[in-house]
């Protein structure tokens, strides 16, 4: 069964250090996002790409990074880890055809920034 | 400029009784109305949708119902049970943009038995 896959589910790291949060989907969706979801703010937009080589900036992009070299893959770099980047982070993937299309979101990454 | 705004923020129920989540919208152009359910620790996935030319779909026990011109949606829980339990959101989405959907804020249900 096609899935999305986000890898660590949990993550301990420093201030100033270099985190990426991997996330994978075998849906072969064009269109897929990382979110951060916080009490009282609900799911905020990160960063997004519509295909292969294609990034965009989301809402609170400040401080992250996305690649996209495949269909499958696209990775959520936090350059220097701040404490206010402790969060849940989401991926999600959609096939990107209309806007009756489904986001299909992976498990979490627990990311805590001491 | 919140786009989607989405209440109550948490809403506690008995067993059998009727949960209620309102969401409101600004942008005339949204056409697709879609909810998410998600339990702890899990990812939202798609509960059930709507699109502006209905004023009611239901699936089951969850119902959505939509005011165009007041530009109001709600999702409507019927007999809600302890594994209802949830974080709910709302969301809306338009044809011709980017078919990135704008998230509510959320509501936390929790059903007591």
């Known amino acids: 069964d096609a899935e999305i896959t986000q890898s660590p589910r949990h993550k301990i790291t420093e201030t100033g250090r270099q985190v990426t949060l991997a996330c994978h989907q075998t849906?072969?969706?064009?269109?897929m996002f990382w979110y951060r979801q916080d009490l009282g703010h609900g799911l905020r937009l990160i960063h997004y790409?519509?295909?292969?080589?294609?990034?965009n900036k989301g809402e609170v992009s400040d401080g992250y990074s996305v690649s996209r070299s495949n269909t499958e893959d696209l990775p959520l770099t936090l350059e220097s880890a701040a404490s206010s980047q402790t969060s849940v982070y989401f991926c999600?993937?959609?096939?990107?055809?209309?806007?009756?299309?489904?986001?299909?979101f992976g498990p979490g990454t627990r990311l805590t920034v001491l | 400029q919140q786009q989607v705004k989405q209440s109550p923020q948490s809403l506690i129920v008995q067993k059998g009784g009727i949960s209620i989540i309102n969401c409101a919208y600004e942008?005339?152009?949204?056409?697709?109305f879609p909810w998410y359910q998600q339990f702890p620790g899990k990812g939202p996935a798609l509960l059930i949708a709507?699109?502006?030319?209905?004023s009611e779909k239901k699936e089951g026990r969850f119902t959505i119902s939509f005011n165009k011109s007041a530009k109001q949606f709600s999702l409507h829980i019927m007999d809600s049970q302890p594994g209802d339990s949830a974080t709910y959101f709302c969301?809306?989405?338009?044809?011709?943009?980017?078919?990135?959907?704008?998230f509510g804020r959320g509501t936390s249900l929790i059903v007591h038995p």
């Open positions: 790409s519509y295909g292969v080589h294609d990034t």
């Open positions: 942008n005339t152009a949204f056409d697709y």
């Open positions: 709507i699109r502006p030319d209905v």
């Open positions: 999600a993937s959609m096939r990107g055809d209309s806007s009756t299309d489904t986001q299909y």
């Open positions: 849906w072969n969706h064009n269109n």
């Open positions: 969301a809306a989405s338009l044809s011709g943009g980017s078919y990135i959907p704008t």
